[in-house]
Protein backbone atom coordinates (compact mmCIF):
# COMPACT_ATOMS: atom_id res chain seq x y z
CA UNK A 1 0.00 0.00 0.00
CA UNK A 2 1.61 3.26 -0.88
CA UNK A 3 1.04 6.62 1.46
CA UNK A 4 0.94 10.07 0.12
CA UNK A 5 4.31 11.95 1.50
CA UNK A 6 3.05 15.18 1.25
CA UNK A 7 0.59 17.20 3.76
CA UNK A 8 -1.85 17.97 1.27
CA UNK A 9 -4.87 15.42 0.58
CA UNK A 10 -5.26 15.50 -3.13
CA UNK A 11 -8.88 15.39 -4.56
CA UNK A 12 -9.54 17.38 -1.53
CA UNK A 13 -8.75 20.61 -0.91
CA UNK A 14 -8.51 22.27 2.02
CA UNK A 15 -6.73 19.09 4.21
CA UNK A 16 -3.44 19.37 5.23
CA UNK A 17 -2.93 16.06 7.30
CA UNK A 18 -1.17 13.02 7.26
CA UNK A 19 -1.03 10.25 4.73
CA UNK A 20 -3.19 7.71 6.81
CA UNK A 21 -5.97 10.20 7.33
CA UNK A 22 -5.99 11.52 3.76
CA UNK A 23 -6.15 7.56 2.66
CA UNK A 24 -9.11 7.19 5.07
CA UNK A 25 -10.81 10.42 3.57
CA UNK A 26 -10.43 9.14 0.11
CA UNK A 27 -11.84 5.97 0.76
CA UNK A 28 -15.10 7.46 2.38
CA UNK A 29 -15.59 9.72 -0.12
CA UNK A 30 -15.31 7.13 -2.85
CA UNK A 31 -17.68 4.89 -1.05
CA UNK A 32 -19.89 8.08 -0.49
CA UNK A 33 -20.00 8.29 -3.73
CA UNK A 34 -21.02 5.24 -5.07
CA UNK A 35 -23.58 4.69 -2.41
CA UNK A 36 -24.87 7.71 -3.95
CA UNK A 37 -25.38 6.31 -8.17
CA UNK A 38 -26.04 3.36 -7.12
CA UNK A 39 -29.91 2.10 -6.64
CA UNK A 40 -30.97 1.46 -2.88
CA UNK A 41 -30.30 -1.92 -1.88
CA UNK A 42 -33.78 -3.03 -0.83
CA UNK A 43 -33.90 -2.64 -4.71
CA UNK A 44 -34.55 -5.45 -7.53
CA UNK A 45 -36.62 -6.51 -10.45
CA UNK A 46 -39.37 -9.13 -10.91
CA UNK A 47 -40.54 -11.00 -14.30
CA UNK A 48 -44.52 -12.08 -14.59
CA UNK A 49 -45.33 -13.97 -17.72
CA UNK A 50 -48.98 -15.18 -16.81
CA UNK A 51 -52.02 -14.13 -19.21
CA UNK A 52 -53.79 -13.49 -15.21
CA UNK A 53 -52.15 -12.68 -12.50
CA UNK A 54 -51.61 -9.97 -9.14
CA UNK A 55 -49.01 -7.93 -7.92
CA UNK A 56 -48.84 -6.16 -4.70
CA UNK A 57 -46.26 -4.21 -2.83
CA UNK A 58 -43.48 -6.19 -1.12
CA UNK A 59 -44.79 -7.11 2.57
CA UNK A 60 -48.44 -6.12 1.76
CA UNK A 61 -50.83 -6.05 3.69
CA UNK A 62 -47.90 -4.74 6.00
CA UNK A 63 -46.10 -1.39 5.33
CA UNK A 64 -43.82 -1.52 2.87
CA UNK A 65 -39.93 -0.34 3.20
CA UNK A 66 -38.60 2.87 2.88
CA UNK A 67 -35.75 4.13 0.09
CA UNK A 68 -36.38 1.32 -1.93
CA UNK A 69 -37.28 0.75 -5.86
CA UNK A 70 -39.16 -2.34 -7.18
CA UNK A 71 -39.92 -2.85 -10.98
CA UNK A 72 -42.26 -5.39 -12.39
CA UNK A 73 -41.87 -6.53 -16.20
CA UNK A 74 -45.38 -8.29 -17.24
CA UNK A 75 -45.65 -10.26 -20.25
CA UNK A 76 -48.99 -11.65 -21.35
CA UNK A 77 -47.74 -13.84 -23.96
CA UNK A 78 -47.86 -12.19 -28.00
CA UNK A 79 -45.96 -8.76 -28.23
CA UNK A 80 -48.18 -5.71 -28.28
CA UNK A 81 -50.99 -6.97 -26.25
CA UNK A 82 -53.62 -5.13 -24.15
CA UNK A 83 -52.85 -5.30 -20.75
CA UNK A 84 -55.59 -4.29 -18.42
CA UNK A 85 -54.26 -3.21 -15.00
CA UNK A 86 -57.21 -3.26 -12.01
CA UNK A 87 -56.17 -1.44 -8.68
CA UNK A 88 -57.92 -2.90 -5.71
CA UNK A 89 -55.85 -1.23 -3.08
CA UNK A 90 -53.78 1.89 -3.48
CA UNK A 91 -52.14 2.99 -0.40
CA UNK A 92 -49.03 4.76 -0.73
CA UNK A 93 -47.84 8.23 0.58
CA UNK A 94 -47.55 10.29 -2.28
CA UNK A 95 -47.08 13.56 -0.37
CA UNK A 96 -43.97 12.63 0.75
CA UNK A 97 -42.96 11.63 -2.72
CA UNK A 98 -43.67 7.49 -2.92
CA UNK A 99 -45.04 6.61 -6.61
CA UNK A 100 -46.08 3.89 -8.37
CA UNK A 101 -45.48 4.00 -12.48
CA UNK A 102 -46.00 2.12 -15.28
CA UNK A 103 -45.04 2.22 -19.16
CA UNK A 104 -44.72 0.07 -22.03
CA UNK A 105 -41.87 -1.52 -23.40
CA UNK A 106 -38.80 -3.04 -21.36
CA UNK A 107 -36.44 -1.85 -18.62
CA UNK A 108 -33.74 -1.19 -21.21
CA UNK A 109 -36.11 1.00 -23.31
CA UNK A 110 -36.25 4.98 -23.01
CA UNK A 111 -40.10 4.99 -22.04
CA UNK A 112 -42.52 7.79 -20.90
CA UNK A 113 -43.51 6.82 -17.41
CA UNK A 114 -47.33 7.17 -16.21
CA UNK A 115 -47.60 8.02 -12.78
CA UNK A 116 -50.71 5.95 -11.45
CA UNK A 117 -52.72 8.09 -9.48
CA UNK A 118 -55.42 7.03 -6.62
CA UNK A 119 -58.33 8.14 -9.20
CA UNK A 120 -56.94 5.70 -11.32
CA UNK A 121 -59.46 2.36 -11.32
CA UNK A 122 -58.07 0.90 -14.74
CA UNK A 123 -54.87 1.39 -16.35
CA UNK A 124 -54.65 0.00 -20.11
CA UNK A 125 -50.86 -0.44 -21.17
CA UNK A 126 -49.34 -3.04 -23.75
CA UNK A 127 -47.09 -5.92 -23.51
CA UNK A 128 -44.60 -6.04 -22.44
CA UNK A 129 -45.46 -3.38 -19.53
CA UNK A 130 -43.49 -2.47 -16.93
CA UNK A 131 -44.24 -1.33 -13.18
CA UNK A 132 -42.04 0.70 -11.30
CA UNK A 133 -42.82 1.55 -7.54
CA UNK A 134 -40.33 4.10 -5.57
CA UNK A 135 -40.43 4.63 -2.37
CA UNK A 136 -38.55 7.62 -0.58
CA UNK A 137 -36.81 7.54 3.10
CA UNK A 138 -39.25 7.98 6.13
CA UNK A 139 -38.30 7.80 9.41
CA UNK A 140 -42.07 5.85 10.09
CA UNK A 141 -44.29 4.21 7.73
CA UNK A 142 -47.56 3.22 8.15
CA UNK A 143 -48.88 2.90 4.37
CA UNK A 144 -49.23 -0.56 2.95
CA UNK A 145 -48.49 -0.02 -0.60
CA UNK A 146 -50.67 -1.70 -3.53
CA UNK A 147 -52.51 -4.82 -4.66
CA UNK A 148 -53.08 -4.85 -8.45
CA UNK A 149 -54.83 -7.80 -10.60
CA UNK A 150 -53.74 -7.57 -14.47
CA UNK A 151 -55.11 -9.67 -17.33
CA UNK A 152 -54.59 -9.45 -21.07
CA UNK A 153 -56.85 -7.51 -22.72
CA UNK A 154 -58.20 -8.30 -26.30
CA UNK A 155 -61.25 -6.00 -26.32
CA UNK A 156 -62.48 -2.91 -25.25
CA UNK A 157 -65.69 -4.11 -23.70
CA UNK A 158 -65.10 -5.24 -20.28
CA UNK A 159 -63.49 -8.36 -19.56
CA UNK A 160 -63.52 -10.45 -23.16
CA UNK A 161 -60.85 -12.67 -24.14
CA UNK A 162 -59.95 -14.48 -27.47
CA UNK A 163 -61.72 -17.94 -27.41
CA UNK A 164 -62.77 -20.25 -30.27
CA UNK A 165 -66.29 -21.00 -31.65
CA UNK A 166 -66.47 -24.08 -29.87
CA UNK A 167 -65.41 -22.24 -26.30
CA UNK A 168 -67.83 -19.75 -26.54
CA UNK A 169 -70.33 -22.23 -26.93
CA UNK A 170 -69.71 -24.22 -24.21
CA UNK A 171 -69.28 -21.04 -21.99
CA UNK A 172 -72.73 -19.87 -23.01
CA UNK A 173 -74.08 -23.12 -21.70
CA UNK A 174 -73.18 -22.06 -18.30
CA UNK A 175 -75.28 -18.93 -18.29
CA UNK A 176 -78.89 -19.63 -16.66
CA UNK A 177 -81.60 -19.09 -18.87
CA UNK A 178 -84.03 -18.77 -15.69
CA UNK A 179 -81.42 -17.13 -13.04
CA UNK A 180 -81.90 -19.18 -9.95
CA UNK A 181 -82.70 -17.28 -7.16
CA UNK A 182 -81.79 -19.62 -4.36
CA UNK A 183 -78.13 -19.23 -4.54
CA UNK A 184 -78.11 -15.22 -3.54
CA UNK A 185 -76.06 -13.32 -0.98
CA UNK A 186 -77.53 -10.63 1.22
CA UNK A 187 -75.03 -7.85 2.33
CA UNK A 188 -76.01 -4.52 3.88
CA UNK A 189 -73.80 -1.76 3.17
CA UNK A 190 -73.74 1.47 4.75
CA UNK A 191 -73.34 5.22 4.16
CA UNK A 192 -76.21 4.87 1.35
CA UNK A 193 -79.80 5.77 1.47
CA UNK A 194 -81.62 3.65 -1.40
CA UNK A 195 -81.90 6.73 -3.51
CA UNK A 196 -78.55 7.00 -3.51
CA UNK A 197 -77.78 3.41 -4.45
CA UNK A 198 -79.81 3.40 -7.32
CA UNK A 199 -77.67 5.96 -8.80
CA UNK A 200 -74.45 4.05 -8.12
CA UNK A 201 -76.49 0.32 -8.79
CA UNK A 202 -74.79 0.40 -12.42
CA UNK A 203 -71.51 0.67 -11.01
CA UNK A 204 -71.68 -1.56 -8.31
CA UNK A 205 -72.93 -4.15 -10.68
CA UNK A 206 -69.91 -3.19 -13.16
CA UNK A 207 -67.25 -3.65 -9.92
CA UNK A 208 -68.97 -6.98 -8.77
CA UNK A 209 -68.88 -8.23 -12.74
CA UNK A 210 -64.96 -7.24 -12.44
CA UNK A 211 -63.55 -8.95 -9.13
CA UNK A 212 -66.12 -12.19 -10.24
CA UNK A 213 -64.17 -12.39 -13.53
CA UNK A 214 -60.81 -12.25 -11.70
CA UNK A 215 -62.05 -14.91 -9.51
CA UNK A 216 -63.34 -17.08 -11.58
CA UNK A 217 -60.22 -16.90 -13.83
CA UNK A 218 -58.55 -17.97 -10.76
CA UNK A 219 -60.83 -21.02 -10.20
CA UNK A 220 -60.68 -21.77 -14.01
CA UNK A 221 -63.86 -20.58 -14.42
CA UNK A 222 -64.52 -19.09 -17.42
CA UNK A 223 -66.75 -16.13 -16.79
CA UNK A 224 -65.80 -13.61 -18.86
CA UNK A 225 -66.60 -14.60 -22.12
CA UNK A 226 -70.61 -14.28 -20.11
CA UNK A 227 -69.90 -10.68 -18.95
CA UNK A 228 -68.52 -10.11 -22.89
CA UNK A 229 -71.75 -11.56 -24.44
CA UNK A 230 -74.16 -10.29 -21.70
CA UNK A 231 -72.67 -7.38 -20.32
CA UNK A 232 -72.34 -6.73 -16.14
CA UNK A 233 -75.60 -5.57 -15.74
CA UNK A 234 -77.22 -9.06 -16.76
CA UNK A 235 -74.19 -11.25 -14.84
CA UNK A 236 -75.02 -9.25 -11.65
CA UNK A 237 -78.63 -9.34 -10.87
CA UNK A 238 -80.20 -7.48 -8.30
CA UNK A 239 -82.88 -9.13 -6.60
CA UNK A 240 -84.25 -6.76 -3.91
CA UNK A 241 -82.76 -3.25 -1.97
CA UNK A 242 -84.57 -2.34 1.38
CA UNK A 243 -83.06 -0.92 4.23
CA UNK A 244 -81.88 -2.56 6.85
CA UNK A 245 -84.04 -4.19 9.85
CA UNK A 246 -81.79 -3.25 12.81
CA UNK A 247 -80.02 -0.29 12.08
CA UNK A 248 -79.68 2.74 14.62
CA UNK A 249 -76.87 4.60 14.32
CA UNK A 250 -77.02 5.19 10.33
CA UNK A 251 -80.64 4.86 10.33
CA UNK A 252 -81.64 5.66 6.57
CA UNK A 253 -78.12 5.15 5.65
CA UNK A 254 -77.61 1.20 5.91
CA UNK A 255 -79.68 -0.69 3.37
CA UNK A 256 -79.61 -4.36 2.59
CA UNK A 257 -78.66 -6.20 -0.96
CA UNK A 258 -80.01 -8.75 -2.55
CA UNK A 259 -77.94 -9.83 -4.78
CA UNK A 260 -77.38 -13.12 -7.37
CA UNK A 261 -74.59 -14.06 -9.90
CA UNK A 262 -75.85 -15.29 -13.10
CA UNK A 263 -74.35 -18.43 -13.60
CA UNK A 264 -74.83 -22.21 -13.03
CA UNK A 265 -70.91 -22.75 -11.99
CA UNK A 266 -71.59 -20.10 -8.89
CA UNK A 267 -73.53 -20.59 -6.33
CA UNK A 268 -74.04 -18.75 -2.34
CA UNK A 269 -70.67 -20.21 -1.13
CA UNK A 270 -69.03 -18.69 -4.34
CA UNK A 271 -70.71 -15.35 -3.66
CA UNK A 272 -69.66 -14.78 -0.46
CA UNK A 273 -66.30 -15.44 -1.43
CA UNK A 274 -66.32 -12.99 -3.71
CA UNK A 275 -67.33 -11.07 -1.92
CA UNK A 276 -65.48 -11.21 1.37
CA UNK A 277 -62.57 -11.18 -0.44
CA UNK A 278 -62.61 -8.22 -2.95
CA UNK A 279 -65.36 -6.16 -0.05
CA UNK A 280 -62.38 -4.38 1.38
CA UNK A 281 -60.77 -3.47 -2.24
CA UNK A 282 -60.31 0.11 -3.76
CA UNK A 283 -63.29 -0.13 -6.54
CA UNK A 284 -65.90 -0.75 -4.33
CA UNK A 285 -64.37 2.12 -1.70
CA UNK A 286 -64.03 4.44 -4.79
CA UNK A 287 -67.65 4.32 -5.29
CA UNK A 288 -68.62 4.27 -1.79
CA UNK A 289 -69.61 1.10 -1.28
CA UNK A 290 -68.78 0.04 2.60
CA UNK A 291 -70.17 -3.21 4.47
CA UNK A 292 -72.26 -2.76 7.46
CA UNK A 293 -70.33 -4.84 9.66
CA UNK A 294 -70.83 -6.99 12.65
CA UNK A 295 -68.85 -4.55 14.50
CA UNK A 296 -71.39 -1.41 13.49
CA UNK A 297 -74.13 -4.04 15.00
CA UNK A 298 -72.47 -4.48 18.08
CA UNK A 299 -72.06 -0.48 18.64
CA UNK A 300 -75.88 -0.55 17.44
CA UNK A 301 -76.78 -2.90 20.35
CA UNK A 302 -74.38 -0.98 22.78
CA UNK A 303 -75.51 2.52 22.27
CA UNK A 304 -79.64 0.69 23.00
CA UNK A 305 -78.35 -0.92 25.63
CA UNK A 306 -77.20 2.68 26.98
CA UNK A 307 -80.16 4.21 26.29
CA UNK A 308 -82.41 1.79 27.54
CA UNK A 309 -80.19 1.87 31.15
CA UNK A 310 -80.88 5.67 30.69
CA UNK A 311 -84.21 5.88 30.41
CA UNK A 312 -84.44 3.09 33.42
CA UNK A 313 -82.27 5.38 35.64
CA UNK A 314 -84.63 8.70 35.28
CA UNK A 315 -87.77 6.62 35.70
CA UNK A 316 -85.34 5.30 39.22
CA UNK A 317 -84.30 8.50 40.01
CA UNK A 318 -87.80 10.36 39.31
CA UNK A 319 -89.85 7.30 41.39
CA UNK A 320 -87.54 8.22 44.79
CA UNK A 321 -88.05 11.70 44.20
CA UNK A 322 -91.88 11.34 44.53
CA UNK A 323 -91.42 9.15 47.28
CA UNK A 324 -89.19 11.32 49.26
CA UNK A 325 -91.25 14.04 48.56
CA UNK A 326 -94.46 12.21 49.47
CA UNK A 327 -92.84 11.37 52.44
CA UNK A 328 -91.49 14.50 53.27
CA UNK A 329 -95.17 16.02 53.34
CA UNK A 330 -96.17 12.77 55.68
CA UNK A 331 -93.67 13.88 58.30
CA UNK A 332 -94.50 17.55 58.39
CA UNK A 333 -97.79 16.05 59.15
CA UNK A 334 -96.77 14.23 62.29
CA UNK A 335 -94.26 16.42 63.39
CA UNK A 336 -97.54 19.38 63.84
CA UNK A 337 -99.47 16.70 65.29
CA UNK A 338 -97.18 15.90 67.62
CA UNK A 339 -96.22 19.26 68.62
CA UNK A 340 -100.09 20.38 68.80
CA UNK A 341 -100.55 17.66 71.29
CA UNK A 342 -97.84 18.55 73.25
CA UNK A 343 -99.42 21.48 73.27
CA UNK A 344 -102.96 20.47 74.53
CA UNK A 345 -101.40 18.98 77.78
CA UNK A 346 -99.89 21.51 79.22
CA UNK A 347 -101.71 23.66 81.50
CA UNK A 348 -103.01 26.68 80.68
CA UNK A 349 -100.69 29.84 80.58
CA UNK A 350 -100.94 33.54 80.39
CA UNK A 351 -99.91 33.87 76.99
CA UNK A 352 -103.04 31.09 76.55
CA UNK A 353 -105.50 32.77 78.01
CA UNK A 354 -108.18 34.94 76.55
CA UNK A 355 -107.01 38.70 77.29
CA UNK A 356 -110.10 40.85 78.62
CA UNK A 357 -109.18 44.82 78.27
CA UNK A 358 -110.18 46.64 81.00
CA UNK A 359 -113.58 49.19 80.51
CA UNK A 360 -111.54 52.25 80.99
CA UNK A 361 -113.15 54.95 82.71
CA UNK A 362 -116.64 53.41 83.12
CA UNK A 363 -114.92 50.57 85.28
CA UNK A 364 -116.02 51.73 89.05
CA UNK A 365 -113.25 51.40 91.92
CA UNK A 366 -114.35 51.01 94.92
CA UNK A 367 -112.39 51.59 98.31
CA UNK A 368 -111.20 48.13 99.90
CA UNK A 369 -113.36 49.49 102.96
CA UNK A 370 -116.29 49.11 101.85
CA UNK A 371 -116.21 45.69 101.05
CA UNK A 372 -116.01 44.86 104.80
Keep these: M ?28 CV ?14 IEVN ?3 GRIQSPGYPYPYRSGCEWTYTINVGEYGSEIEIIMQTFDIDQAAGDSLYVATGTIEDNRNWYKIEKTDLEVFVRSPAILKFVTTQHLIN ?27 AA ?24 AEFQQKKESFQRVMANVTAIYSTELSLNISQILKDIGYDKLILINSVDNCKQCFIYKDKCIQVN ?9 FEEIRQIWNLYKDCYLF ?22 LVASVLLAITVVILLCMLSKNKRIFTYITWNVHTMNKSSLPPSSA ?9 DKLRRYSTKEFF
Design 142 to 168: THVGFSIVFRKHDDIDNFGTTTTTTEV
Design 285 to 306: RSIGIEEHTSSDVQMDGLIITW
Design 2 to 29: KFIKNNKCPGIPGFYRNGIFCYLMAVVC
Design 32 to 45: TGQQLQTKPPCSHS
Design 50 to 52: ALV
Design 171 to 194: VTSELNATPCYNNWLLIQLKGLSL
Design 352 to 360: TLPRVDPPN
Design 259 to 267: ISINSNNIG
